[in-house]
């Protein structure tokens, strides 16, 4: 746990703190020379972390990314990896020293501002915590897993979040509303767009879990002859370019953007450019970048999971408000330490200074004890009312220290350090002096981090969060007409054009035709079986005309006990009449049927030895329904009386001493009964004999009814 989660104070975890701490033992800061990494490296694990050199190294390598880190701890010189995924060359040949932000860090730390222990070998101290005058965890974010938890965090700005640590000093009651108008979202050193919806930021930040939906940058750029070429300038956090080409490449290769890439290159030096060619100018770029977001890491999700170690013991998820008043009250605590110790440091010094001024208002009698006793120090304090300390540093007075300049100096000193300690006095004393210093020290971070600077800018973009509703990928598939034939026992194929009825389709050996439909390549296809289930296929994915087709089994998971008893085009709104062997069904609608896997939606529940037998379309004009069973019996019942559900077995269409349903229709009834006869259809006017109430058993079929039992 302790390895794994950052500490809420200074956001870093052992290995980067020990980083951190052994530069500092070795002077690395940032006007100094830089020092092998594996000096560096060497330092660490021999002093603080007995662990692998190479994970220590990786820490340092990651410290010193510019794309890795939104503002590195660790300025690096050399090969220390790239944005493609390349590794870093070995740490014989790299070399490192601290950054301006590593230094804020480490401020204050030889003054007490935080407390030490000892080492794994007990030879040495190091820190617990950082003295961290600069809000690390929030800043750099972090990332790990430990037992049973882990944690997530995003980098951010810190002149946004210097305003809200402000707001927040000013304003302790401040909602977190108050504060994500200032801190407005993450901000990763790649840049990026960020296109999460506000409410969902807020709810995010608020209970200290969420995600954050972030987009590639993207332009277009005229080729010429009216051609264009989309240029991705901006890549997701965390996103190795190569293999985002890669993946956009295999899309290309396998079709599954239907033909409208032709190429992708890599045209980056220092800064990204990632060049993608449309098929044609034809090509809407915002619908192919929609769909390129949808099948690539040009579209990744960063989740929150604001999960620290509260006061370096407990972990805890905290919202935005408590991880910003948790580095207030350690910089407030930093604050109160370093005071003390400047406050110990300067009455230590005042009582020397008190001694020096005595010896210089008694030299003569001061030297002669010196000279002339063995023991000088007891006789100066008794003779001259001294504390032992002053008397030690009378003692160790040098003889070019007793020059009347000298003296003078002492008095300056002396009333300066005691104006000093009063002003020290009362920041101690004053909790609102305390916070008013904090605030200056933040205000200083701000100015150097400043939205102005090169550093301190926005690298991502806020955008607005994209309607799904608005964008059709269906406008993507090239709309062509075709014909989707399912033969009798199975086997499904796709030929160009709607053909007619009585077209020359072949079959295996031994099968026919059981179903023909006219659709569009940007069509679904709703296949219902007898285990009440509902499949989903888009005409695009189905086989063309060449041979006999593929099994739909292959397709979808549709058991072999089973059979197909319909197959329909999907359309958004529409409703069917579902109903099994038993007699019983319902009203399902087309849009909750269509399924988004291989195994389909179940939709009439059926069990035993009842199957599914019977989805006839269900018009809004139709307001009647009309059941035959296998008895030939007829009912006619009003609509209203059956209901429309999303799932479930459904209620009595009409009741059997033997035998079950045959088949099932809605239609209106002003326009008669129709069943097929043969080539022709033949309709039934008169119907009054055979009108009912909904679980009837009905009367017998009027003459001249359809042999084979069916409405159709």
């Given at each position: ?8 104070r ?50 340092l ?10 503002y ?32 804020l ?30 809000p ?6 972090s ?35 108050e ?35 972030l ?23 965390q996103?190795?370019?190569?293999k985002l ?18 190429d ?9 450019r990632?060049?993608?060619?449309p ?29 620290v ?17 948790a ?21 230590h ?7 020096y ?37 009378i ?7 007793l ?7 002492l ?51 806020i ?20 014909t ?18 009585d ?43 060449r ?5 739909v ?51 009439l ?12 379309p ?9 059941v ?17 559900m999303?799932?479930?077995?459904g ?24 069943w ?37």
């Amino acid at each position: 746990m302790s390895r794994s989660l950052p500490d809420v104070r200074d956001g870093l975890k052992p290995v980067h703190r020990r980083l951190l701490f052994a530069m500092r033992q070795l002077r690395l800061d940032p006007s100094s020379g830089y020092k092998k990494c594996a000096r560096v490296v060497g330092d660490v694990i021999g002093k603080f972390h007995p662990h692998g050199d190479q994970a220590v190294y990786d820490a340092l390598v990651r410290l010193a990314q510019d794309f890795a880190v939104r503002y590195p701890l660790i300025d690096g010189q050399g090969n220390f990896g790239n944005i493609d995924g390349d590794n870093a060359a070995a740490m014989r040949y790299t070399e490192s020293r601290m950054t301006v932000v590593a230094e804020l860090l480490l401020d204050g730390i030889d003054q007490d501002a935080v407390d030490f222990r000892d080492t794994y070998d007990g030879d040495d101290s190091e820190p617990i915590v950082l003295p961290a005058g600069f809000p690390n965890l929030l800043a750099n974010g972090s990332s790990g897993i430990a037992v049973g938890m882990a944690t997530n965090i995003p980098p951010h700005n810190v002149a946004e979040l210097c305003d809200a640590l402000l707001h927040l000093i000013d304003n302790p009651k401040a909602e977190v509303a108050e504060l994500v108008e200032m801190v407005r979202g993450p901000d990763f050193p790649t840049g990026g767009v960020l296109v999460e919806t506000p409410e969902n930021i807020l709810e995010a930040y608020e209970t200290g879990r969420g995600g954050f939906r972030l987009r590639a940058k993207w332009e277009t750029e005229d080729v010429g002859r009216g051609q264009y070429v989309i240029i991705v300038t901006e890549i997701p956090y965390q996103v190795q370019k190569s293999k985002l080409i890669e993946k956009i490449a295999d899309l290309i290769n396998n079709k599954k953007l239907s033909g409208l890439l032709t190429d992708v290159r890599d045209e980056s030096t220092e800064d990204v450019r990632i060049v993608i060619e449309p098929r044609s100018r034809t090509v809407v770029p915002e619908l192919l970048m929609e769909s390129l977001f949808k099948l690539s890491e040009l579209e990744t999700r960063f989740a929150l999971n604001l999960n620290v170690l509260d006061g370096g013991r407990v972990p805890k998820v905290m919202s935005l408000k408590e991880a910003l008043k948790a580095f207030l009250d350690h910089q407030i605590n930093v604050l109160v330490r370093r005071t003390a110790f400047r406050l110990d440091k300067i009455e230590h010094r005042l009582e020397v200074l008190a001694g020096y001024l005595v010896v210089y208002l008694n030299l003569d009698e001061v030297i002669a004890i010196i000279r002339e006793e063995d023991e000088p120090k007891p006789f100066l304090i008794k003779r001259f009312t001294l504390t032992d300390v002053q008397a030690e540093s009378i003692l160790n007075m040098r003889l070019r220290s007793l020059r009347r300049l000298e003296q003078e100096g002492l008095r300056t000193e002396f009333e300066g350090l005691e104006g000093e300690r009063d002003v020290v006095q009362k920041v101690l004393e004053s909790k609102g002096r305390q916070k008013t210093l904090v605030g200056k020290n933040i205000k200083e971070i701000a100015k150097t981090f400043g939205k102005d600077t090169k550093l301190g800018a926005r690298r991502t973009e806020i955008g607005k969060a994209p309607d799904v509703q608005e964008i059709s990928f269906d406008a993507l598939i090239e709309k062509e007409p075709v014909t989707i034939i399912c033969s009798k026992m199975g086997w499904i194929r796709t030929m160009k054009g709607h053909l007619e009825k009585d077209a020359d389709v072949k079959f295996k050996e031994g099968d026919g035709p059981a179903f023909s439909l006219h659709a569009q390549t940007t069509d679904k296809v709703l296949l219902f079986g007898t285990n009440g289930r509902f499949y989903t296929m888009g005409c695009d994915k189905l086989p063309g005309g060449r041979g006999n087709g593929e099994p739909v089994r292959l397709m979808i998971d549709l058991p072999k006990e089973d059979e197909i008893i319909n197959l329909s085009l999907y359309e958004a709104g529409t409703k069917m009449l579902v109903a099994a062997s038993d007699g019983r069904g319902f009203i399902a609608d087309a849009d909750a049927a269509v399924a988004q896997t291989k195994n389909g939606k179940q939709v009439l529940n059926v069990k035993g030895g009842v199957k599914a037998l019977v989805c006839m379309p269900a018009p809004k004009e139709g307001d009647s329904v009309a059941v035959v069973g296998e008895n030939r019996k007829v009912l006619i019942f009003p609509r209203d009386e059956l209901p429309e559900m999303a799932r479930g077995r459904g209620v009595v269409l009409q009741r059997y001493k033997d035998g079950g349903l045959s088949d099932a229709k809605i239609f209106k009834l002003s326009e008669g009964l129709s069943w097929a006869a043969g080539d022709r259809t033949r309709t039934e006017t008169d119907v009054m004999a055979w009108l009912g109430k909904r679980a009837q058993a009905g009367r017998m079929a009027p003459r001249g009814f359809a042999s084979n039992n069916k409405f159709t």
